[in-house]
């Protein structure tokens, strides 16, 4: 069965640590327990099995399968995937993750503007992130990834940095 399964602990299941995608969910749980290779599986995850096995969960959101082959699926769980991690910020997870990293966060704020059709200011947006992130994204990276030092942003948005504004890229409305 294909779709994204979701690791957290019966102690605190507010808390997501890692989203994953699954081709074959059985199969994807057998290397976690069996294969724990570095760089085949998150380590994070791999050290909850070992340490936390009792107060570990498994959630699993089957995913519609139908008429993709193999490589189409696994485009599409990736997407998935991603929006996911973008949206609740799991601890493990480290691509895709603005809690780890800036490039993610300049997607939220390029999907945020394009959505919103009209022109934010910085201080919108870092309002805005750090609300819906819930303090797990601080002010300082939500503020690195508006600076735009290396010009990411501006493939997402059209950024001004004298004026402290964003819009979308293309024409308001």
Not at 136 to 151: F, G, P, T
Not at 160 to 169: G, I, M, R
Request: charged share 30%.
């Amino acid at each position: 069965m294909s779709g994204l399964y979701y690791f957290y602990t019966s102690y605190n299941p507010e808390e997501l640590l890692y989203v994953g995608e699954a081709i074959d969910l059985y199969r994807r749980m057998r290397e976690y327990q069996i294969d724990r290779r570095e760089g085949h599986n998150n380590q994070g995850v791999i050290g909850l099995i070992e340490n936390e096995l009792d107060s570990l969960k498994v959630a699993f959101q089957p995913i519609d399968a139908y008429g993709k082959d193999k490589k189409e699926l696994k485009k599409y769980l990736k997407q998935k995937e991603a929006s996911v991690i973008q949206r609740l910020v799991p601890l493990f997870n480290i691509e895709e993750n603005p809690r780890h990293l800036i490039h993610p966060i300049q997607k939220v704020i390029g999907e945020v503007v394009s959505k919103a059709n009209k022109e934010v200011t910085f201080n919108q947006m870092r309002k805005y992130l750090f609300q819906k992130w819930q303090g797990k994204v601080s002010y300082e990276q939500i503020d690195e990834a508006l600076a735009n030092k290396n010009y990411h942003l501006s493939r997402y948005c059209k950024t001004s940095q004298k004026k402290k504004t964003l819009n979308p890229k293309t024409s308001l409305a």
